[in-house]
Nanobody, 124 residues
């Protein structure tokens, strides 16, 4: 098990910005792709953004492209999601996840370690 702890969630207004962080334990973090997913009650957990182990490759869902930025610091074992121009439809629990490979995969099945999630609420 790889402990992943998300922080930074909260209540903001539409148009505001918020930064989520995910702290990982263990030296293996730097070798694997990591990602952010989100989920609202009654819906499937959906892909938000992913980044390769080196940080050279990223992927975003169409709904957040141009507004969210994913980044990582392998020396500090941290993953970050910068969220700008937030919308009410971005309201969800956000999860960070670590995969089995080094690529920036959009597929949920590629990720086996998950954090507990952090709530993001965007009011209109």
């Amino acid at each position: 098990q790889v402990p992943l702890v998300e922080t930074g969630g909260g209540l903001v207004q539409a148009g505001d910005s918020l930064t989520l962080s995910c702290a990982a334990s263990g030296r293996a973090f730097r070798w694997f792709g990591v990602a952010w997913f989100r989920q609202v009650p009654g819906k499937e957990r959906e892909f938000v953004a992913a980044i390769s182990s080196s940080g050279n490759y990223t992927a975003y869902s169409d709904s957040v492209k141009g507004r969210f930025t994913i980044s990582r610091d392998n020396d500090k074992n941290t993953l970050t999601l910068q969220m700008d121009s937030l919308r009410p439809e971005d309201t969800a629990i956000y999860y960070c996840a670590q995969g089995l490979g080094s690529n920036a995969s959009e597929a949920r099945r590629e990720y086996i370690y998950w954090g507990q999630g952090t709530q993001v609420t965007v009011s209109s």
